[in-house]
């Protein structure tokens, strides 16, 4: 028997709630501290109550799961009065800086209170005087914008599994913080921003980096170059109105969009994905001939990277030596662009634009790139300077010489995108031929958490892993050392989705968004003429020109890179701290394995 809801007859799978229910059927209860992601919300807010026939009380749709003959009511004059109150309360001490907030125009909480007819504040609350955290290069917290909701706290332990923040405090001094009031800096945190994208207010953002941008490209003494993600077309089409077009063309409008804001070059990182993947398989293939750590684990996740270095630095030998494809770029940007535009005595300036915070957090690490746009801040710049990207020319193609991506390097940014990308071409490098039957990978698609295969090519078979979403990794670390999964290779992203699902990315709690994003990039490769990394021609004239081979002295010099045992650097801080005369240097462990 279904449930019914508003006087509608719906179908349930069991475990179901009344929330995710209505939400199939386009009934939208509002909610504040429920998320699609979580795996057991913690029904904090009470802002999706709903009447149940035969109960007395208002129940959490969120935690009430569905059943049969149950007859539930979202918005009676109850429900609506008990929603409006909460949110008076609410706002009562929320500042009331929405004019200045980077949130304005696009607050969960403001348009709750508008729908929910919050007009004026009824209640007077003491505004909370607690101190901003600036502390981390990619993410700013001001708990005095917070309500307390607890989904970042949610994403950060329950989906991301790292646990860098938590309430602190009781009564009308909580808040959320990491331990001890530490910045953000020195937590467990790895940048990732998944917290951030669900947050509803103003209290978590990225480090803004739009002025510092805006001024790049108004001083007459710079050439500022933009490098685009794979994933940034795929979600700008969510967030731009008019009929969606293709990664392609939003592409070829944003490049429009980034000349006319004064850019003098546009390059796509989906070009360094493919490079990525020349430098990456050569490892792996170096690393199963000559008897090197494995399984390998990929590198181009910076939040899964910060993760290894700060909480399993064991691990560390695990990982690829190669930069990300964001760092590659920026180092061939900064060595060949000089040659191809004349700067005229100028300074190069390099901008990325990223679907991710934890980017920012390698470029400031890892040099290479100047100044780190997620998607979000994207989409301010071209807001500042008047551009509408559904208005944009689609013609305007990629500048030369980092223009030409295969459909491998626009996998990237979904989950699995990086694997089935390095399986295409490690089996022509086995095999010396492209994949029987195309060079689709099916069983490395989509959102589940973990995805297994093996590739049988020439004379090995290659077992691969891919982990989705960091609060996974347990499940395939676990089998590694019960000896029950004998990997060759992992890939790591560490936001659900991957970069599709970045936290850099327009604000969304929603799955679909993500699965929709994918649809779109799976799309764009099966439409790619060339679909391989190792037949991207721009890519073969960096290594006739510059890099000679894979793995090759340049290469060594100019992609790949070292990793840090953090871990211990914060404990011989610690150390230190608590012991002044302790001052000896900390070394870092240089684990690179190119020539
Ligand atoms: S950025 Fe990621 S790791 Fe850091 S607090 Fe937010 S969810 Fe946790
Ligand atoms: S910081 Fe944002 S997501 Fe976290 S509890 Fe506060 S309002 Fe909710
Ligand atoms: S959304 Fe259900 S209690 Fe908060």
Not at 30 to 35: D, N
Not at 267 to 289: C, G, P
Not at 412 to 426: D, K, L, Q
Request: hydrophobic share 40%; net charge negative.
């Amino acid at each position: 028997m279904p449930v019914t809801i508003n006087g509608r007859s719906l179908d349930f799978t069991p475990g179901e709630t009344v929330l995710q229910v209505a939400k199939r059927a386009g009934i939208d209860i509002p909610h504040l501290c429920a998320l699609d992601w979580a795996p057991s919300p913690a029904a904090s807010c009470r802002m999706c109550v709903v009447e149940v026939e035969g109960s007395p009380r208002l129940q959490t749709s969120c935690t009430l799961e569905a059943q049969d003959g149950m007859a539930v009511t979202t918005h009676t004059a109850r429900t609506i009065k008990a929603r409006r109150t909460i949110m008076e309360l609410l706002i009562a001490s929320h500042p009331n800086e929405c004019l200045a907030c980077v949130r304005g125009g696009d607050c969960e909480l403001a348009t709750l209170a508008a729908d929910l007819g919050v007009r004026q504040d009824r209640y007077i609350g003491v505004a909370r005087q607690h101190p901003l955290d600036v502390s981390s290069p990619a993410i700013w917290r001001d708990p005095n914008k917070c309500v307390l909701c607890g989904r970042c706290i949610t994403m950060c332990h329950s989906v991301q599994g790292v646990g860098a923040i938590d309430f602190a405090g009781r009564g009308y001094t909580t808040r959320v913080a990491p331990a001890y009031y530490d910045g953000l800096n020195v937590s467990e945190c790895v940048h990732c921003g998944q917290c951030v994208r669900a947050c509803p207010t103003g209290a978590l953002v990225e480090r803004d980096e739009v002025d510092a941008v805006v001024a790049a490209l108004a001083d007459p003494a710079t050439v500022v170059v933009a490098q685009v993600a794979p994933a940034v077309p795929a979600a700008l089409i969510d967030v731009t109105p008019g009929k969606a077009p293709s990664i392609k063309v939003m592409l070829e409008r944003l490049s429009s969009a980034l000349a006319n804001v004064g850019f003098d070059a546009i390059y796509d990182t989906a070009f360094a994905a493919d490079l990525t993947i020349m430098e990456e398989t050569a490892e792996l293939v170096r690393r199963v001939e000559e008897g090197g750590v494995l399984p390998m684990f990929t590198s181009c996740s910076p939040a899964w990277v910060h993760y290894v270095e700060t909480h399993r630095p064991d691990l560390i030998p695990h990982l690829s030596t190669c930069k990300s494809p964001q760092q590659m770029a920026g180092a061939v940007i900064k060595e060949v662009v000089p040659r191809y535009l004349d700067l005229e005595g100028k300074k190069l300036v390099t901008v990325s634009i990223m679907p991710c915070t934890a980017k920012k957090f390698e470029a400031s690490d890892q040099g290479d790139v100047d100044h780190v746009l997620t998607t979000r801040e994207l989409r301010r710049l071209l807001a500042r300077f008047g551009i509408d990207m559904a208005g944009q020319e689609e013609r305007r193609p990629l500048d030369a010489p980092f223009s030409e991506a295969s459909g491998a390097g626009r996998l990237f940014g979904g989950s699995g995108g990086v694997m089935e990308a390095a399986v295409r071409t490690v089996y022509k490098l086995l095999a010396g031929k492209e994949m029987d039957g195309g060079p689709r990978v099916a069983e490395l698609r989509g959102l589940d958490g973990v995805k297994l295969m093996s590739v049988g090519a020439g004379d090995l078979t290659v077992n691969v892993a891919v982990v989705n979403g960091l609060g996974r990794l347990d499940a395939v670390l676990d089998g590694m050392e019960t000896g029950q999964l004998e990997l060759h290779f992992v890939e790591v992203m560490t936001c659900t989705g991957g970069c599709a699902g970045g936290g850099g990315q327009p604000y969304s709690t929603d799955l679909d968004t993500i699965k929709k994003r994918l649809e779109r990039m799976y799309e764009v490769d099966r439409r790619s003429q060339n679909r391989v990394s190792h037949d991207n021609e721009q890519v073969r004239e960096l290594y006739e020109r510059l890099l000679g081979f894979p793995l090759g002295e340049a290469s060594h010099h100019l992609l790949h890179r070292t990793y840090i045992d953090r871990k211990r650097v914060a404990a011989e801080r610690d150390v230190a701290a608590a012991t002044p005369a302790a001052t000896e240097p900390v070394a870092s462990d240089p684990a690179c394995i190119g020539a």
